[in-house]
Every structure is written in C-alpha cells, then in structure tokens.
C-alpha cells in the first residue's frame, strides 16, 4: 500500500504541475488567483492519495498497475476539469501525459508482475479508447456543441486507462452528472439553453465516483 500511496502522491503532483503550468501562461493569469491555483493543486494530490487509499482497502483484489492506471487519469481529469471550467477548452498537455501514462506503465508491468496477460489487457485498451472515440465523435455530430474536442480526445484517453471494464460505467455517470447539473443550472435561470456547458468536470466527477464505486 505505501508503494501506491507513493506514486499516487507523485501523479497529483504531475497532474496539478500541469494545472499550475497552465495557468501560469501570460495569456491565463487573469483566470484564477494564486491562492486559488494552490488550493486546487492541493486538491488535485489529496484526491489522488485519497482514491489509492480506497482502492487499496475496498479492492485488495486489484494490482498495483490496475490501480495506477486508475489514479493516473484522475491526476489528469480533475485539473483538466479546473481548466475546462475557467476557459472551456481541456489542454493538449493533459492528453499527452494520459497516453504517456498509459505507455510507461504497460512497460513496467511485465518487469513487475510477468509478461501475462498484459498484451491482452493493452489491446483491451486499445480497442475501448476507439470505442469511446467513435462514441463521441457520433455524439458530437448529432447534437452540435454537446463536447469539444478536448473532450473527444479525453474520451480516448479514458478507454485507454479504464478498458471497457471501467470506461462505459465512468461514462454513464458523467453523463448522469453532467444532465444533474445542466437540469440545475436551468431551473435557476444561471443558464440558458443556448449557453454552453464545460464537460470536463462532469468528467472528472462521474469518473471518479466510478472508480471509488467499483473499482474499476
């Protein structure tokens, strides 16, 4: 468990690096205050410990791989969530890292814990994070300014790191928050229906009430 809770601590810092990066461009700084942008990076590696805890006691049955993958992309969709929120746009830098992610740890695995399997397991993400790509790229088509193209992309970003296992329940509650909210956000005359709604957070939520659910 230490091991994990190490390298989740260490994916928060990545994941709230990239946030601060971000937000300290010349063009960004007017979108969040200092304090602000410390109090989110906390939150941002407190989450990541905090879901590896979970994991590691509810799920004693996960490997340690399964798990990081897990912890990775929650390291990536909660500042990603931050950005989409402040400036409606997900950063390219956040999708790199996810497949980086992705890469570096299917190359660690068979050192770890044998070559079994893993081929398996990686074109299983391979194929959910197609999967997700079409499915959001049909959605965007069918219904114009649902998502953007950061959020197509996270999409594919999420199959790679949650497989078909974990990806399609992920979805399904970001889609049941994100409906939540839009429902809110109209009942109170905040939002009209012509206004566009960040998806990112949605994301981010439903993905991570997922994984704490499931485990997966």
């Known amino acids: 468990m230490a091991i994990l809770l190490v390298a989740a601590f260490l994916a928060g810092i990545v994941g709230a690096g990239l946030m601060a990066r971000d937000a300290r461009e010349p063009q960004r700084?007017?979108?969040?205050?200092?304090?602000?942008?410390?109090?989110?990076?906390?939150?941002?590696?407190?989450?990541?410990?905090?879901?590896?805890?979970?994991?590691?006691?509810?799920?004693?049955?996960?490997?340690?791989?399964?798990?990081?993958?897990?912890?990775?992309?929650i390291?990536?969709?909660?500042?990603?969530?931050?950005?989409?929120?402040?400036?409606?746009?997900?950063?390219?830098?956040?999708?790199?890292?996810?497949?980086?992610y992705w890469v570096?740890?299917?190359?660690?695995?068979?050192?770890?814990?044998?070559?079994?399997?893993?081929t398996r397991a990686a074109a299983a993400?391979?194929?959910?994070?197609?999967?997700?790509?079409?499915?959001?790229?049909?959605?965007?088509?069918?219904?114009?300014?649902?998502?953007?193209?950061g959020d197509i992309k996270m999409f594919a970003v999420m199959g790679l790191l949650l497989s078909a296992e974990g990806a399609w329940c992920a979805v399904l509650l970001s889609l049941a928050a994100a409906f939540a909210?839009?429902?809110?956000?109209l009942a109170t005359k905040k939002k009209t229906r012509k206004d566009t709604l960040p998806f990112a957070p949605a994301l981010a939520a439903g993905t991570l009430l997922s994984v704490l659910l499931t485990g997966t």
């Open 29 to 73: 700084r007017a979108e969040v205050s200092a304090r602000g942008l410390v109090a989110c990076c906390a939150f941002v590696t407190a989450a990541c410990v905090g879901t590896a805890l979970v994991l590691a006691l509810a799920y004693p049955g996960n490997t340690f791989f399964f798990n990081m993958r897990r912890i990775c992309l």
């Open 75 to 100: 390291s990536l969709l909660l500042p990603a969530a931050f950005i989409d929120y402040k400036s409606y746009r997900i950063p390219n830098a956040f999708i790199f890292a996810g497949i980086g």
């Open 104 to 118: 570096a740890l299917f190359a660690a695995e068979p050192l770890v814990a044998g070559a079994g399997g893993v």
């Open 125 to 149: 993400n391979l194929t959910a994070a197609g999967a997700l790509t079409a499915a959001s790229l049909l959605c965007a088509a069918a219904m114009r300014g649902s998502i953007g193209p």
């Open 181 to 185: 909210v839009s429902v809110y956000l």
